[in-house]
Structures are given as C-alpha cells and as structure tokens.
C-alpha cells in the first residue's frame, strides 16, 4: 500500500466529516480520524485506497468494501465497532465508524516483551468465543476468516475488546463451504482455508492459534497445508511453563488439523474456557 492518496488534514468529506488526522493504514484501506460536524462527535472512516489502474485489484477492493459495509450493517455486539454509514465520493469508497481507543493485542504484545498473564487471556478467549458464536448465528453464517492479535483492539481504559477488520469476512450459504478465497494470515489460517473451504470451525482454529501467540510471546511453528504439528514441536505448555496444562489442551484440541477435532462450535469452547477459568 502506498500512501499517495493521504486526504490532507481538514478536508471534509461527504460536506459532514471534517479530517483531524491519519491514524492507521494497511492493505488496502487509510483510517482516519473525523469530526461528524452534523453531530459533533468523533467517528474513525475508512479510505478504499487502491489505485484504478490495476482494474482486477481495483474490483476486488470494491467488492471486499461493499461486503464489509453489508456486514457491519447487520451486525450489533458490543466487541464489533459500531457502522454509521458508507459513501462513494470522488472515486474513493469511505466506511463511517465508532471511533476506538487503544491499541491492538499484537502491539502490546510487542511492547511488553512478556506473554499475557493465562487469566487475562482465558478471559480475552471468552468474549471472542461469544463474538464469534454470535457472527456464526447469523443465517447464513458470518465466518470471519482472519482472526488474529493483530486485528484485536483493547481498550484499556474500559478494559474491553473489539474485533476490527471485517474486510475478509463473509457470510457463507452453507455450514461448511467450499471454492471460496483463501483468505487469511499464515500461522492462524487452517489448513481447508488453503483448500479453498471454510466454517465456524475455520474460526476456531484461529482464534486457538491466537490465544496461544498471547500465551506464549509468539506463533509456535505451523506448516500452511498440515498446521501445527505438536508431535514435532513442543506444545505451548513447553513454550511458556507458567501456563497450566488445562489451557493448553483447550488451545491444541482448538488447532487440530481436522475441523471436526475441534470444538464444534464457539459456544462449546466458551464453556470449556470458563469451566477452566473458574479454577484459576
């Protein structure tokens, strides 16, 4: 992504959202923060930001922008920012949402040089299974595809979650699909995501392989067609020996290389993990 098409500060957008600056940018989208001048409130908007030229990349980014508003339209649970809107205007596509604070999980990750504590994390595994049992409710499913630290916002001051990004989500017409695009970030997608197939399931797996990036300070090795391979590999117990073994059987039935090794839906791994955090 280039940043050639920076909106300069001040320009108002849609005669209602005046920019007060460039706080994020990544694939194929800009985010800025706004002032709704109609409102007088803060909202973030999201700039399409792939140049007309490429016309195969240009019609997929509108195509992953129109499926995102649709989304977002639909949904309401407080771990998903809130949509306000979505308008075309000169060219560009522009997604209106809540304005968050905080940072994603990956970043203080980063900073803190220390894994996260298992009860923070068991806790965090919690509200995201009930995130995600609530997008794989909806008729057809919403199966998010790419969950990871790095698309996780926490707020700490409110000590509260939100799943950012919905670009790579989509609703799918069957409870396991098949031939859709393999979308998604290698050490977190499953392997049938390469293959081209996708469930509730699919999401499981990542968030598994998310809550064991938390626990141990990293992604533990993978292989894109095979997954993790803990026969091989040291198990994230081994990674990090201040975790219990309770958790970490939780997270590996979560990454098994079969769909149907895993939990069969985000509810069943939500009472697993509050089974267990009831013990901590």
């Known amino acids: 992504m280039t940043f050639d098409n920076v909106l300069p500060l001040g320009t108002m957008l849609a005669k209602r959202y005046k920019i007060l600056n460039l706080i994020g940018g990544g694939g194929i989208g800009l985010v800025y923060l706004v002032k709704d001048k109609r409102e007088n409130v803060l909202r973030a908007i999201k700039q399409m ?16 922008f129109r499926r995102e508003a649709e989304l977002l339209s639909k949904v309401d649970h407080p771990l998903i920012p809130t949509f306000h809107g979505y308008f075309i205007e000169d060219g560009f596509y522009y997604l209106v949402m809540e304005y968050l604070t905080g940072k994603d ?17 068991v806790k965090w595994g919690i509200q995201l299974c009930d995130v995600l049992g609530y997008i794989h409710s909806y008729n057809p499913p919403i199966i998010y595809r790419d969950m990871k630290p790095a698309n996780i916002l926490y707020d700490e001051a409110l000590d509260r979650l939100y799943l950012v990004d919905f670009g790579t989500a989509r609703f799918i017409a069957a409870l396991s699909a098949s031939g859709v695009t393999a979308v998604g970030t290698l050490g977190y997608a499953p392997p049938e995501l390469f293959d081209g197939k996708v469930s509730p399931e699919t ?17 533990p090795p993978f292989h894109p067609s095979f997954g993790f391979n803990f026969v091989s590999n040291r198990r994230p117990y081994q990674l990090n020996p201040r975790i219990s073994r309770a958790i970490d059987e939780i997270l590996v039935k979560a990454v098994s290389i079969d769909p149907q090794d895993r939990y069969s839906s985000a509810d069943e791994m939500k009472m697993a993990l509050e089974k267990h955090l009831a013990t901590l």
């Not at 930001?49 to 992953?64: F, H, M, P, R």
């Not at 999401?203 to 992604?219: E, F, K, M, P, Q």
Request: contains cysteine; proline residues 2%; hydrophobic residues 40%.
């Open 105 to 121: 999980l990956l970043e203080i990750l980063e900073n803190s040089l220390t894994p996260f504590a298992e009860k923070q994390v």
């Open 49 to 64: 930001n792939v140049e007309q030229g490429d016309l195969k990349e240009y019609t997929k980014a509108i195509s992953d």
């Open 203 to 219: 999401d499981i797996y990542s968030l598994g392989a998310t809550l064991i990036h938390l626990l141990v300070g990293r992604c």
